[in-house]
């Protein structure tokens, strides 16, 4: 089989070869990334373009290009060459590199010459993108259905794939041409052509556009709209189509930041109000009483949180009941009856606080919440006391029908500081521009987000970083297997912050042990984490954790990834200053890393302070051990892991 794949790629090869010196006499057009190891070359196959994409030398795709379908001429090309940087306001690293070699070809209608398209494509020293630009009818509103976008792998490619945002990823690729042409693909995909690179394809800056879904037919992929299509007149961008491509699966996590390169700067004049830090839910720590939240707050405080998130009834059910919701309720619920509370609170008005009883839903059989009540103002007052901002949860049903200008007027007049807006639309080209209205009011109101459920980031976090996180993915609410925490940061994660919804006291998933679960907090990007399960229990049993969260920066100026196996394990070590914050992860099989510390400057004495799990057998989790020791640069760390384990710590100048 091996032999075979091997036959079929060097065919592979010798055809892309012939096309490329072919594209020659019909304008073809090769450029590379500043560093050399991306390059491309763009011709016109019977009047259609696309784009021979190589990685050190070999070829990994072919890519039809644009929306026109085809009888094209180009009319003009230039080239140009982008060695730049920015600073994020947050990120894993304190200044990203944005450097890439970008052609632009103006495409003309063979029969006539007049304009078509324009054709961007850029070699990233990380990777491929391209986007088009076409005029739609410029006198009314038209619609287009889709795209010309395609993706023809090298033979042997296989996929990291899933059909659902939550859905589990398998252990081991699945071959692109065993992928179903009925099922929704779902972007990041990650795709390992072997012997040649790893890739994963995502899209950037999508806006006035409907999201994109891959879709595989006989191994072919290429961006379908999740829901709807592209109205619009006048002159129209494409979102970009991008492929990151690494030597190493190390290497595509260290370079997730090609995403938000793709994205227009920040458009936010003064971004210093936005504080990485992480957050602390009501979920296990307090109901939605005055006394429990400020109790709460002092054991948060203790963690080093810099925020407490309050979720769903705060201001009553989720959205508005109908008389029909109010009677079915009742019926199941009889004993409430003589409890006239939970009537106003199933009006749900976002401008007010609920009190009483803020029932559920009205055919689940849990009741909901009772003896709701909160004086914002006292809360807002005693969080700020423990240097705590508060968070609130909003349905996006509820956002999408209200006058956002005013409620966060009215939310910042409160005190409030951060919003979590939940079952937020997703998929159509009228959602996508919600999203965007929703993170720019934001702004101006000084709130930072956390969008949840099946929004998936485009890299929107570099134009607006007040959305320090995302859901969009199956985290720990999700019933799946430990290996899942191995995977998502080389699929979802590459695609922007990730909210897993970490449960560090929670059973979870089976077996995972506690530093497994501690470890994803220094392991996984992003600018805050929403953490649930009993702070208290952290603070009063586990001095270790709380030393260790405590310490984490969220705002890192270097990353190094170690070590990493797609869905088996992956060692992270993220530097603020001079010092260092170490996770590791493993999945379904015990591991045993080994780093070297050339990361360190020289000369100097470190302090490492290490957790790691405690391995009477390592293939059964048990509890773990804490360690202190001088290191210095050079010298090797060799950690055990069990199945379903990790380890973290940090290093520390010793002067």
């Known amino acids: 089989m091996k032999t075979q794949s091997k036959v079929l790629f060097s065919i592979f090869l010798q055809v892309s070869a012939a096309l490329a010196s072919a594209a020659s006499a019909e304008g073809g057009k090769s450029f590379s990334s500043p560093d050399g190891r991306v390059s491309c070359v763009f011709s016109l196959d019977g009047g259609r373009p696309v784009a021979d994409v190589s990685f050190g030398g070999r070829t990994v795709f072919r890519s039809s290009l644009g929306v026109e379908r085809g009888g094209l001429r180009v009319l003009r090309s230039d080239l140009r060459t982008v060695r730049s940087s920015w600073k994020p306001v947050w990120g894993f690293r304190s200044e990203y590199p944005e450097n890439y070699t970008e052609l632009s070809v103006k495409l003309g209608r063979a029969d006539n010459g007049n304009p078509a398209e324009t054709l961007y494509l850029r070699c990233y020293d990380e990777g491929f993108a391209v986007r088009a630009k076409f005029v739609m009818e410029p006198y009314t509103v038209s619609s287009l259905s889709g795209e010309r976008t395609d993706w023809r792998f090298a033979p042997g490619a296989a996929a990291w794939a899933i059909p659902g945002t939550e859905s589990t990823f398998p252990a081991d690729p699945i071959p692109l041409a065993d992928l179903s042409p009925d099922k929704a693909w779902r972007m990041p995909l990650t795709v390992q ?162 009190v009483g009883t803020v029932p559920y839903h009205p055919y689940w059989s849990y009741s909901g919440r009772t003896g709701v009540e909160m004086d914002m103002p006292k809360i807002v007052s005693e969080l700020r006391a423990h240097g705590l901002g508060l968070c609130l949860y909003v349905h996006g049903a509820i956002l999408e029908n209200v006058d956002l200008d005013a409620l966060f007027a009215t939310y910042a007049k409160w005190g409030v500081v951060g919003l979590k807006p939940g079952f937020v639309g997703y998929g159509s080209q009228a959602t996508t521009d919600f999203i965007r209205r929703l993170v720019a009011v934001a702004a101006k109101h000084r709130l930072w987000l956390d969008i949840h459920d099946l929004q998936l980031p485009d890299g929107i976090e570099r134009t607006w970083p007040n959305l320090m996180i995302t859901e969009g993915g199956g985290g720990e609410e999700g019933n799946h297997p430990v290996r899942q925490d191995v995977t998502l940061p080389f699929t979802r994660c590459l695609c922007g912050p990730f909210d897993y919804t970490p449960a560090l006291f929670n059973a979870g998933k089976a077996g995972a042990t506690k530093l497994h679960k501690l470890a994803m907090f220094a392991v996984y990007p992003g600018a805050t984490a929403v953490m649930r399960g009993s702070i208290r229990n952290l603070v009063e049993k586990d001095s270790a954790a709380v030393e260790f969260l405590r310490a984490l920066p969220w705002n890192y100026d270097e990353t190094f990834v170690f070590d990493a196996e797609i869905a088996r394990h992956l060692t992270v070590v993220r530097r603020k200053g001079d010092a260092f914050y170490i996770g590791g992860l493993t999945g379904d099989a015990a591991h045993e890393t080994s780093i070297t510390l050339d990361f360190l400057a020289p000369g100097r004495d470190y302090v490492l302070t290490l957790l790691t799990d405690d391995l009477a057998d390592a293939s059964v989790p048990r509890g773990y051990r804490r360690e202190t020791r001088t290191v210095r640069k050079g010298d090797v760390l060799a950690v055990k892991m069990s199945t379903s384990g990790g380890f973290c710590g940090t290093i520390a100048d010793k002067q």
């Not at 995502?202 to 961006?223: K, N, Q």
């Not at 592209?230 to 002159?235: A, D, S, Y």
């Not at 919701?325 to 009856?337: G, I, M």
């Open 193 to 354: 052509v072997p012997g040649v690179a790893y890739t994963s394809i995502f899209e950037a800056h999508v806006e006035h556009y409907p999201r994109s879904y891959v879709h595989a037919e006989r191994g072919i992929l290429s961006p379908r709209f999740a829901m709807g299509v592209k109205e619009g007149r006048g002159e129209t961008l494409t979102p970009w189509r991008a492929v990151a491509l690494a030597a190493t699966p190390a290497e595509l996590v260290a370079r997730a930041y090609l995403v938000e390169n793709l994205n227009p700067p920040c458009a936010i004049a003064d971004p210093s109000w936005i504080k990485p830090g992480f957050c602390v839910s009501d979920l296990g720590n307090f109901e939605l009483r005055t006394h429990e939240i400020v109790a709460a707050a002092q054991s948060a405080a203790a963690t080093g949180a810099k925020y407490i998130q309050i979720d769903w009834g705060w201001y009553g059910t989720e959205c508005p009941w109908t008389d029909d919701d109010r009677a079915t309720y009742l019926s199941r619920h009889p004993e409430k009856k003589s409890d006239a509370t939970w009537v106003e609170n199933s009006r749900a008005d976002p401008f007010t606080t609920a």
